[in-house]
């Protein structure tokens, strides 16, 4: 089934998630569910704040920058209470987009290396490292479960000058191919 998306403005995405655990209801569907929206909206990753729950889980599907790198052709993943545990050298900017956001794209600057301890959908731990473009779509997913988004991480300047494009947003004028939950559609 196909979720709606929550747009930016909705407070869910400025909450901290919470852990969970196997015995979370309806799970296996949920994470289906996910799958499914992430794909109609063309997404390369969706956090479960971004369909309203705040618990800590991601998916990402890399696919699409197999062309960039070609190890990313494989990169498809669920990640349920992830801990970023270290992010490394120098940081690089990189143009991100976000489907609580739609029709805007703005450069992030993160850097270029991580550890991370997460589970997978059986509740098995793992500790990896990632980087490049892997490692952004992470950092930009982890982001949501720790209640922040991309335009969070622009300068000051930057966001004034979108601020016509977030209040579009903040009040659904922005008509996106998927389907949302605007934060204050009248
Ligand atoms: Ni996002």
Redesign the pocket.
């Known amino acids: 089934m196909i979720l709606p998306i929550v747009g930016y403005g909705n407070p869910v995405l400025k909450k901290k998630a919470g852990e969970i655990d196997a015995s979370y209801p309806g799970l296996q569907q949920f994470i289906d569910d996910m799958w499914e929206t992430m794909y109609n909206a063309n ?1 390369v ?3 479960a704040p ?1 369909v309203g729950k705040s618990i800590r889980l991601f998916m990402i599907d890399a696919s699409p920058f197999e062309e960039e790198e070609e190890e990313l052709k494989d990169f498809k993943k669920v990640f349920i209470n992830a801990q970023i545990l270290e992010e490394t050298g120098e940081e690089w900017f990189f143009n ?6 739609p029709d805007l794209r703005e450069d992030v600057s993160r850097k270029p290396k991580i550890r991370i301890r997460y589970q997978d959908e059986k509740f098995n731990t793992y500790e990896e490292e990632y980087e490049g473009i892997a490692a952004r779509i992470i950092q ?2 982890y ?2 479960i720790e209640g922040i ?2 335009v969070d991480r622009i300068t000051p300047l930057k966001r004034r000058l979108i601020k016509n494009k977030l209040t579009n947003i903040i009040k659904g004028i922005t008509r996106p191919s998927y389907k949302m939950k605007f934060a204050q559609k009248s």
């Open positions: 997404g990753g969706l956090a971004q991100e987009g976000c489907l609580s956001f930009h997913e982001d949501h988004v991309f």
